[in-house]
């Protein structure tokens, strides 16, 4: 008997005669840190992309809820709260011009007392900028500082105080 010498391929031995290509183990690892790569990096865009448009938002409703033909109250969160004209300065910060305040009124107080609020004779409004450590008439506030504002009527009992103020004062 003769002896055949027969050359059969590699892999031939499976079943239904197909070959699949097999991947080296490192360009399989190679795939899946490029996936990993490419989700990581389009989470953090994302992210980003989201606290830009909340900034973006928060700034944006602040600023454009500000009717500047009327004056503001502003609250802050340490409870104090001023009135005058509310701008925004930047993305952190806002301006607050013509400033006055509530203050309870003494014996001897005279501030005001002519323009003070015709509500409540305990209380007045005082100007900024009379006081000992003598201000300059504008208040720059930090927004994490305020609480809320609100746009003043015109026809309200301290833009009418305020009105007479300037009026007996220009």
């Known amino acids: 008997m003769d002896n055949v010498t027969v050359n059969v391929p590699a892999g031939s031995g499976r079943r239904g005669g197909h070959d699949a290509p097999k991947k080296s183990k490192s360009s399989l690892g190679r795939a899946i840190r490029n996936k990993t790569t490419a989700m ?7 992210v980003a992309i989201l606290v830009f448009g909340g900034w973006s938002f928060y700034n944006s409703t602040m600023g454009s809820s500000i009717d500047s033909g009327k004056y503001q109250a502003v609250f802050f969160s340490n409870g104090q709260v001023y009135f005058g004209k509310l701008h925004t300065l930047n993305g952190g910060y ?6 006055f305040y509530l203050q309870t ?3 001897d107080s005279t501030k005001l007392q002519d323009a003070g609020t015709q509500s409540n004779p305990g209380v007045e409004l005082i100007k900024l900028g009379s006081e000992i450590h003598g201000p300059t ?3 720059i ?11 003043l009527k015109t026809d309200g009992t301290v833009t009418k105080s ?9």
Do not use: C, P
Not at 141 to 151: A, G, R
Not at 162 to 170: C, G, P, R, V
């Open 40 to 46: 990581v990096v389009g989470l953090l865009l994302l």
């Open 94 to 99: 806002m301006k607050l011009t013509d400033v």
């Open 105 to 107: 009124k003494t014996a």
């Open 137 to 139: 008439d504008e208040m």
């Open 141 to 151: 506030i930090s927004k994490d500082q305020i609480l809320f504002f609100e746009n």
């Open 162 to 170: 305020i009105t007479k103020y300037k009026e007996a004062n220009h």
